[in-house]
């Protein structure tokens, strides 16, 4: 059973850079075929895809925050990244990582964590 885990401040002020760390337990985010996206809710409106890190390391982001957004990992802990600079309140919404199965396509997903809420308000 694959469990992900996101952490990171709850509070950004604006202009800031939001930093959130998705912990991923009972599978290797270094597995073939796996791909490991960020995903956020902002209050009130649907979910908003962010970008994907893949098993081989390989990024992929939304063209309209691809300016603003950074995933790494860190393959010692089973651990990705998600960075986000410039942030405005606009930002504000809650945060997900979630896997994509092997053999599915972005917009699918079989695992997710359960969400942190970031706030960005000075």
């Known amino acids: 059973q694959v469990q992900l885990q996101e952490s990171g401040p709850g509070l950004v002020k604006p202009s800031q850079t939001l930093s959130l760390t998705c912990t991923v337990s009972?599978?290797?985010?270094?597995?073939?075929?796996?791909?490991w996206s960020w995903i956020r809710q902002p209050p009130g409106k649907g979910l908003e895809w962010m970008g994907v890190?893949?098993?081989?390391?390989?990024?992929t982001y939304m063209p309209s925050l691809k300016s603003r957004t950074s995933i790494s990992r860190d393959t010692s802990k089973n651990q990705f990244t998600l960075q986000l600079t410039s942030v405005t309140p606009e930002d504000t919404a809650v945060y997900y990582c979630?896997?994509?199965?092997?053999?599915?396509?972005?917009?699918?997903?079989?695992?997710w964590g359960k969400g942190t809420l970031v706030t960005v308000s000075s």
């Open positions: 979630a896997r994509v199965p092997p053999n599915y396509g972005l917009g699918t997903y079989d695992y």
């Open positions: 009972g599978g290797s985010i270094t597995t073939y075929a796996n791909y």
């Open positions: 890190i893949a098993y081989s390391g390989s990024t």
